[in-house]
C-alpha cells in the first residue's frame, strides 16, 4: 500500500514563502504523475500543480510563477515551494499520487494515492 506524508504547512503572513515535503513510501519513479491539490472550506478540491511523467510540470493560474513544484528522486519526496502567499492561498494542501496501469483485456486501470493533507493558512 503506498503511502504519502505530507509536512511543512503552517500559518504564514501574506507576502511570505513555505515549503511543503510530501514523501511516499516506494519509489516516485513507480507514479504516472505527482501532484498537489488543495482544498478551501466550502470548496472543491482542485489541483495546484503537478510533475507529470517526470518531467513536465504545470499549474493552476492562479499559482502561476508563485509556486513550484519539485521532487527529490532519491529521497522519494516531492515539494512544493509557494512564495508570496495570499489569503485566498489559504487551505488544506494534499499530495497525490497517480498511477496508470492495463490489466489483461487492455483496460486502462488508475490509481490515486493521497496524503492525509497538511493547513496552510495565510494571514492578511
Known amino acids: 500500500q503506498v503511502q504519502l506524508v505530507e509536512s511543512g504547512g503552517g500559518l504564514v503572513q501574506a507576502g511570505g514563502s513555505l515549503r511543503l515535503s510530501c514523501v511516499a513510501s516506494g519509489s516516485i519513479f513507480s507514479f504516472n504523475a505527482m501532484g498537489w491539490y488543495r482544498q478551501a472550506p466550502g470548496k472543491q478540491r482542485e489541483r495546484v500543480a503537478a510533475i507529470i511523467s517526470g518531467s513536465s510540470t504545470n499549474y493552476a493560474d492562479s499559482v502561476k510563477g508563485r509556486f513550484t513544484i519539485s521532487r527529490d528522486s532519491a529521497k522519494n519526496t516531492v515539494y512544493l515551494s509557494m512564495t508570496s502567499l495570499k489569503s485566498e492561498d489559504t487551505a488544506v494542501y494534499y499530495c497525490?499520487?497517480?498511477?496508470?496501469?492495463?490489466?489483461?483485456?487492455?483496460?486502462?486501470?488508475?490509481?490515486?494515492?493521497w496524503g492525509q493533507g497538511t493547513q496552510v493558512t495565510v494571514s492578511s
Open positions: 497525490n499520487a497517480h498511477r496508470e496501469d492495463y490489466d489483461g483485456m487492455g483496460h486502462r486501470l488508475r490509481y490515486d494515492y
